[in-house]
């Protein structure tokens, strides 16, 4: 398999568009306020939600991808370099796991929608975004010990600093997000105005939601040179049954 730096480019356009065009339509069609509503806010309403929910599997399939060949190429180095196996240890394939978990919290949100599963929505929100968070704080951590060898120290800092920005606005997100809705008094917060309470509160939480999930998507992208470097041969067969 090779071209593997398609794989964060198609992470990357992919999620962005489905943002960006669900939130248009959803304006569009008049089902939110042209203000800063939540993502999955745009996406509540047919015909939005049912293209949000397509595009994000689309997404989280390749996703999936991506986390899997970051495991084997660093499965690799820590193989042709003992230095390396011995200063991340077993992280690497917990890294896979809580990736994994990031991504199928992403699946959830996107086929979960808030008016109609409100519990299993915020319980998908949680996971794409609290263990994507950390998944990125493993993968800035392992950047450290795999460079010079495939990265750089530079990379290994931006990945750093794009863990502790998604940090920092997840806390916002949630904080704000509790706040807000504790606040509110209107009748449909996917049309939240100013009158309708905990609009300062909302509009911070919405905002700091589209900086965590823009965030997401530029660290994907971070693998793109990385990935450009390597190719991943197809899974041997070990044994074929016969039929006769």
Not at 1 to 7: N, P, Q, R, V
Request: aromatic share 16%; with cysteine; glycine share 8%.
């Amino acid at each position: 398999m090779s071209k593997l730096y398609l794989l964060p480019i198609s992470v990357f356009l992919m999620f962005n568009f489905t943002f960006i065009g669900t939130y248009i339509a959803a304006v569009l069609q008049g089902h939110v306020v042209p203000t800063v509503p939540y993502i999955s806010d745009a996406a509540t309403y047919s015909p939005e939600s049912c293209v949000f929910g397509q595009l994000i599997s689309i997404g989280c399939v390749l996703l999936g991808i991506t986390i899997y060949v970051r495991l084997r190429q660093i499965q690799e180095i820590s193989l042709r370099h003992p230095d390396v196996q011995v200063a991340i240890g077993r992280i690497n394939g917990s890294a896979f796991w809580v990736g994994m978990g990031s991504c199928l919290g992403v699946s959830i949100v996107g086929n979960f929608q808030e008016t109609n599963v409100r519990p299993v929505h915020y319980v998908g929100a949680f996971l794409a975004f609290g263990l994507g968070t950390v998944y990125y704080w493993m993968q800035a951590y392992i950047s450290y010990y795999v460079q010079p060898y495939v990265g750089s120290m530079v990379k290994a800092h931006v990945r750093l600093a794009i863990a502790a920005i998604c940090t920092v606005f997840f806390i916002i997100v949630a904080v704000t997000g509790i706040i807000s809705h504790i606040l509110f008094n209107g009748t449909d917060p996917r049309k939240w105005y100013p009158s309708d309470g905990g609009w300062e509160y909302h509009v911070a939480s919405s905002i700091s939601e589209w900086i965590v999930a823009t965030a997401f998507c530029f660290y994907i992208l971070t693998f793109t040179d990385e990935f450009r470097l390597m190719q991943l041969d197809h899974p041997p067969v070990s044994s074929i049954a016969i039929y006769s």
